[in-house]
């Protein structure tokens, strides 16, 4: 088995001396201007910064935050503290004070780096006085100690230091679907592993474009845009902001593009806002004008470019990928944790099989335990959770196997298929035990249900709680009400039809709520959060698995 990698410095540094000029990283800076930054200009910024961060005298692998969205210097601010030799600590750009302030104690940052936020006031008394910030360039309104031309005014390092493989790069904090978020740490070698290894499999280089929007302190972000970049030597092209998000991705035309299914389910309710549903069914339909039709939506949405298109994070419904499949353009499904550096399975162009993820990454063993657990281990497992031995070792078996917590199965060929998540897993007043997520994949299919959330732990059958998309909430407010809640049985029906006795839906709950990030009922990367939800609609349950209507309208 060969091993072999490349440490993300060395690889920055080889890309800074062989193509200095050639384009790196392009900001929006408002009013439809942009930046572009080049390998020599991002080198010269890490290099000055780094510069400044060795002058603070902080002891060797000191923890540095950063606060912001995705832009350009959240990259460079990265590069500056692995020069300086420290470790970087990504915050959620949208966390609340409470939980800014827990993760900046539990990490012990020394440091905070502030740059792109959209509600600054609402996080910051999460900063405990006297430590030292630092803003950079899009950053709020705020008086901070250092701003990032201060920085600029140090010489560069001229040296090139290089950590070593085991030396800890960063601390990534889970967004915590359920409980406190744990730290994971990974170090320069994780990343190499899972870099070199995994930005083979497509073939990206030079010439490719990636839009970076999902927040780089997630590892998938992390990985498929900061590091496939650094590795690949794409340029990355920021979002300026949900408003310009289309024309952001229009200017950009990504040739590789990463995004949770929400996100691509977006995408399609976009479509349909325009073009409804059976009218764009018909024209795909037809011989020879269909595939015209599929090349004019991917290219209104700035998709026609893409040739890799991935999607993971969470389930992602089949009837989806097959839409998508029928504009021309084949979504491949990703599987990975937090704790693997996002890098475990990964679907093949032309091999994928409804219902299964795709096969093992380079150089990750796969098996699957007396439960049914699916256990992986690599060269990117993390390290562990930082300050948490217990935790560690609760999650890292004694050879070294990540538990993922999910249950799954594996073909012959070595494709995997999940089946449930471990704790999500509840039991009904029958004894009966049922996982949520194959449930709410099939109720995800209906173009009217944004979000689901499957329950009924204690209950005599399960229920799905159902989110509808903008659209769907126009309907349920006008005429089309009625024949919305026809189309919701007959899903109900349906999606019954094909699961076991035990499992079957006693009706669906239309709540009125909307599930955000803002309001705490989903993760900063779009998971619904189940102890929220079960908090908020808890004392209901009850009453509406009593209800005898085959969908309920929360009132």
């Known amino acids: 088995m060969s091993t072999a990698f490349r440490l993300p410095l060395e690889v920055f540094y080889e890309r800074e001396a062989r193509h200095p000029r050639q384009r790196f990283l392009v900001q929006p800076t408002g009013g439809g201007q942009v930046e572009e930054l080049d390998w020599s200009q991002v080198a010269h910024q890490a290099r000055c910064a ?177 590091m496939a970049a650094i590795y690949t030597g794409q340029t990355v092209f920021f979002a300026e902001s949900l408003d310009t998000f289309l024309t952001d991705l229009q200017r950009a035309r990504p040739t590789a593009m990463f995004g949770v299914p929400r ?72 599987y990975g944790m937090t704790e693997s550096c996002g890098y475990s399975h990964i679907g093949r162009p032309g091999e994928h099989i409804p219902g299964w993820i795709g096969k093992p990454c380079p150089e990750v063993e796969v098996r699957i335990d007396e439960f049914g657990e699916v256990q992986v281990r690599s060269g990117a497992t993390m390290l562990g959770y930082y300050k948490d031995p217990q935790k560690t070792a609760e999650t890292l078996t004694a050879d070294g196997f990540l538990r993922t917590g999910d249950k799954g199965e594996q073909d012959a060929a070595g494709n995997l298929r999940l089946t449930g998540r471990l704790k999500e897993i509840f039991k009904t007043s029958k004894g009966k035990y049922v996982a949520p997520a194959p449930i709410e994949n099939r109720l995800a299919v209906h173009p009217r249900i944004e979000q689901v959330c499957v329950v009924g732990d204690g209950l005599g059958a399960p229920l799905g709680l159902c989110v509808l998309s903008a659209v769907g909430v126009q309907e349920a407010a006008g005429a089309a009400r009625g024949a919305l809640h026809s189309s919701l049985e007959v899903l109900l029906e349906q999606v019954n039809q094909v699961l076991d006795k035990h499992e079957r839906l006693r009706r669906l709950v239309v709540v009125k709520d909307s599930w955000a990030v803002e309001n705490g009922f989903l993760t900063p990367t779009l998971k619904i959060k189940r102890n929220v939800i079960e908090a908020a609609y808890g004392q209901r349950f009850q009453e509406w698995s009593e209800r005898s209507e085959a969908v309920l309208w929360q009132d």
């Open 50 to 226: 780094a510069h400044w961060l060795r002058g603070r005298e902080l002891p060797p692998g000191s923890h540095i935050a950063i606060i912001s969205k995705n832009c350009a210097h959240w990259i460079i601010a990265d590069l500056a503290i692995w020069m300086a030799g420290h470790v970087s600590v990504p915050l959620y750009p949208n966390l609340t004070a409470d939980s800014v302030a827990q993760v900046l104690e539990h990490s012990e940052s020394a440091l905070v780096f502030i740059g792109k936020l959209d509600d600054w006031p609402a996080m910051a008394p999460g900063l405990k006085p006297g430590l030292t910030t630092v803003n950079l360039p899009l950053h709020p309104e705020g008086d901070f100690d250092f701003n990032w031309d201060d920085l600029q005014r140090c010489s560069p390092i001229l040296d090139s230091p290089t950590p070593a493989a085991e030396q800890l790069a960063t601390i990534i904090y889970t967004s915590g679907t359920t409980g406190l978020p744990k730290g994971v740490m990974h170090s320069f070698a994780n990343l190499g592993f899972a870099t070199t290894h995994g930005a083979g499999l497509f073939g990206l280089g030079t010439a490719d474009r990636l839009l970076s929007y999902l927040p780089l302190c997630h590892v998938a972000e992390r990985m498929f845009v900061e």
């Open 263 to 334: 996100i691509w389910t977006k995408f399609q309710m976009g479509v349909y806002s325009k073009v409804p549903a059976k009218r764009l069914d018909f024209l795909l339909r037809l011989p020879f004008i269909g595939k015209r039709v599929g090349h004019k939506v991917l290219a209104g949405l700035g998709l026609d470019a893409l040739r890799v298109a991935l999607s993971g994070a969470a389930p992602v419904p089949q009837t989806l990928l097959h839409w998508y499949q029928r504009l021309g353009l084949d979504v491949l499904e990703v």
